[in-house]
């Protein structure tokens, strides 16, 4: 089966080529840390996750980059409003942030660029499209003219010849009925308080939109292979950043184009008017299990609007525990007689998965392979109709299709270097030989690196301490 992922620049399903050869450069618009997130944002989060841990499952090496905007309309009213820094106030909703991946289990990302701290190479950029003539002064901002960049629209389908010329638009956020010439500069005025920066083009701030063209160019270069974000990013802010590269650098920005569809809670749009507003933290106060919680957001194929309830919430739990009991029985099983079926079972479970997960990452028919996996093999065990050996093997996918999901305990799939396991054979090899000094010497090193080993019927056990 052909690996195709949905290019929303394409509107169809491609197959993935990757632009050089085992290398993946992957861009993902991350959060606006002005409050906390919701969970629509981590539907977002957790969709990027999975397209990351699948093309690492493929084999590619990765580049993957996600940035954090700490500069912008909102983020600006509400520091001020509240009476804090900018930066004291960002801040805060970064590490609020990066708490809240890490309790999804997301993975980090390679790079996390702030904007602030890219202004220089967002100012480059406005002056060469200024120089290009892309783009002009105005009274109260730098604009990008859209005009003159003929394939602006080509991403979100837009027609734009009805436009008025030269009508203009200086807020960061905008609808497709005002598909105007957007700010790239915004000058100073009294609304940014102490938020500006004296350069080249003017003391000012940037817009939005240029953040994401300067950094994704700067680590990922002027042409890379992926850009995810929810599909409300599609118009204006994806397709100013296509108009913003491909002006100043003339070669295609982003070859396929991810998008993930909303999160809407009880079939309708969160509000926090309508009550049905919910960050994650709020969801843990009501002590759900987060890795249900990653679940619920994965579950739904991302292009498909996910309605969020308590029930599924529930079932998700229940879905989890199955899972986990499902190890916990494989290791701790005791069998004496190879199965050849099993074999065959891990060969079928295996390329349905792959076969799923390839067809634009179909995530609820990859589920439904791993349940009926889990099914299959549950029988062999209840019949007691298979070996320990076995038994390992089935450990051993389970594992390798959670380095895809990631909702199983996390000790499950830490990872030895290859110094340890070294270690820990040369002293399996000293014990076979009688040479206990040896063996607790080895023991010694190894706990002074972090790692504890216990000798048990089954082999020997590592756990690593901190
Ligand atoms: P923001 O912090 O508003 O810039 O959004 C961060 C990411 O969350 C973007 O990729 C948005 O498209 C995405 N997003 C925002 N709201 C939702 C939602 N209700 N469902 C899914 N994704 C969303
Ligand atoms: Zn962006």
Same mark, same amino acid.
């Given at each position: 089966?052909?690996?195709?992922?949905?290019?929303?620049?394409?509107?169809?399903?491609?197959?993935?080529?990757?632009?050089?050869? +085992?290398?993946?450069?992957?861009?993902?618009? =991350?959060?606006?840390?002005?409050n906390f997130a919701h969970i629509g944002n981590f539907r977002?989060?957790?969709?990027?996750?999975?397209?990351?841990?699948?093309?690492?499952?493929?084999?590619?090496?990765?580049?993957?980059?996600?940035?954090?905007?700490?500069?912008?309309?909102?983020?600006?009213?509400?520091?001020?409003?509240?009476?804090?820094?900018?930066?004291?106030?960002?801040?805060?909703?970064?590490?609020?942030?990066?708490?809240?991946?890490?309790?999804?289990?997301?993975?980090?990302?390679?790079?996390?660029?702030?904007?602030?701290?890219?202004?220089?190479?967002?100012?480059?950029?406005?002056?060469?499209?200024?120089?290009? =003539?892309?783009?002009?002064?105005?009274?109260?901002?730098?604009?990008?003219?859209?005009?003159?960049?003929?394939?602006? +629209?080509?991403?979100?389908?837009?027609?734009?010849?009805?436009?008025?010329?030269?009508?203009?638009?200086?807020?960061?956020?905008?609808?497709?009925?005002?598909?105007?010439? @957007?700010?790239?500069?915004?000058?100073?005025?009294?609304?940014? =308080?102490?938020?500006?920066?004296?350069?080249?083009?003017?003391? +000012?701030?940037?817009?939005?939109?240029? %953040?994401?063209?300067?950094?994704?160019?700067?680590?990922? +270069?002027?042409?890379?292979?992926?850009?995810?974000?929810?599909?409300?990013?599609? @118009?204006?802010?994806?397709?100013?950043?296509?108009?913003?590269?491909?002006?100043?650098?003339?070669?295609?920005?982003?070859?396929?184009?991810?998008?993930?569809?909303h999160l809407l809670v009880e079939n309708k749009k969160m509000s926090k008017s309508l009550g049905n507003f919910y960050t994650l933290r709020d969801l843990l106060e009501k002590k759900y299990?987060?890795?249900?919680i990653?679940?619920v957001?994965?579950?739904?194929?991302?292009?498909?609007?996910l309605n969020f309830t308590f029930e599924t919430l529930?079932?998700?739990?229940?879905?989890?525990?199955?899972? %986990?009991?499902?190890?916990?029985?494989?290791?701790?099983?005791?069998?004496?007689?190879?199965?050849?079926?099993?074999?065959?079972?891990?060969?079928?479970?295996?390329?349905? @998965?792959?076969?799923?997960?390839?067809?634009?990452?179909?995530?609820?028919?990859?589920?439904?392979?791993?349940?009926?996996?889990?099914?299959?093999?549950?029988?062999?065990?209840?019949?007691?109709?298979?070996?320990?050996?076995?038994?390992?093997?089935?450990?051993?996918?389970?594992?390798?299709?959670?380095?895809?999901?990631?909702?199983?305990?996390?000790?499950?799939?830490?990872?030895?270097?290859?110094?340890?396991?070294?270690?820990?054979?040369?002293?399996?090899?000293?014990?076979?030989?009688?040479?206990?000094?040896?063996?607790?010497?080895?023991?010694?090193?190894?706990? %002074?690196?972090?790692?504890?080993?216990?000798?048990?019927? %089954?082999?020997?056990?590592?756990?690593?301490?901190?």
């Amino acid at each position: 089966m052909v690996f195709k992922v949905y290019n929303t620049l394409k509107r169809k399903k491609e197959e993935f080529k990757e632009i050089e050869k +085992g290398q993946v450069n992957m861009y993902s618009c =991350g959060p606006t840390v002005y409050n906390f997130a919701h969970i629509g944002n981590f539907r977002a989060m957790i969709f990027s996750d999975l397209v990351r841990r699948y093309l690492k499952y493929k084999g590619y090496k990765l580049k993957h980059v996600m940035n954090i905007t700490d500069v912008d309309d909102k983020t600006i009213r509400d520091s001020r409003k509240e009476g804090v820094t900018l930066k004291e106030f960002t801040e805060r909703y970064t590490k609020y942030f990066f708490e809240d991946l890490e309790t999804l289990n997301v993975e980090n990302v390679d790079i996390y660029p702030r904007a602030t701290e890219h202004i220089k190479e967002m100012v480059n950029l406005v002056k060469n499209l200024l120089d290009k =003539g892309y783009a002009y002064k105005a009274e109260d901002a730098i604009y990008f003219n859209i005009k003159k960049f003929k394939d602006y +629209g080509k991403l979100s389908h837009l027609k734009i010849d009805e436009l008025k010329a030269g009508a203009r638009v200086a807020n960061d956020e905008y609808d497709k009925d005002n598909a105007h010439d @957007f700010a790239l500069w915004k000058f100073w005025d009294e609304n940014d =308080g102490d938020v500006f920066w004296e350069t080249e083009l003017g003391k +000012g701030r940037p817009g939005w939109h240029i %953040e994401c063209s300067a950094m994704s160019m700067k680590y990922l +270069g002027e042409s890379f292979d992926i850009h995810t974000g929810g599909v409300d990013l599609i @118009f204006p802010h994806h397709e100013n950043e296509i108009a913003q590269s491909e002006a100043a650098t003339g070669k295609e920005f982003v070859k396929y184009w991810l998008h993930n569809e909303h999160l809407l809670v009880e079939n309708k749009k969160m509000s926090k008017s309508l009550g049905n507003f919910y960050t994650l933290r709020d969801l843990l106060e009501k002590k759900y299990n987060p890795m249900a919680i990653r679940y619920v957001l994965m579950a739904t194929h991302y292009r498909q609007k996910l309605n969020f309830t308590f029930e599924t919430l529930e079932a998700a739990d229940n879905a989890i525990k199955r899972l %986990e009991e499902f190890m916990e029985k494989l290791d701790e099983f005791n069998g004496q007689s190879n199965n050849p079926k099993v074999a065959e079972i891990i060969e079928k479970a295996r390329n349905d @998965f792959e076969d799923a997960m390839d067809d634009d990452f179909n995530v609820s028919i990859t589920l439904s392979a791993v349940f009926d996996f889990v099914k299959e093999i549950n029988k062999l065990i209840m019949n007691n109709k298979m070996s320990s050996k076995d038994a390992e093997n089935v450990i051993s996918l389970m594992n390798k299709f959670d380095s895809v999901l990631g909702i199983l305990k996390k000790q499950e799939k830490e990872e030895l270097s290859k110094e340890i396991k070294q270690l820990i054979e040369k002293r399996q090899e000293a014990r076979k030989n009688k040479d206990w000094a040896e063996a607790d010497k080895i023991r010694d090193e190894l706990k %002074e690196k972090g790692i504890i080993i216990k000798d048990t019927k %089954e082999g020997v056990r590592w756990e690593k301490i901190n």
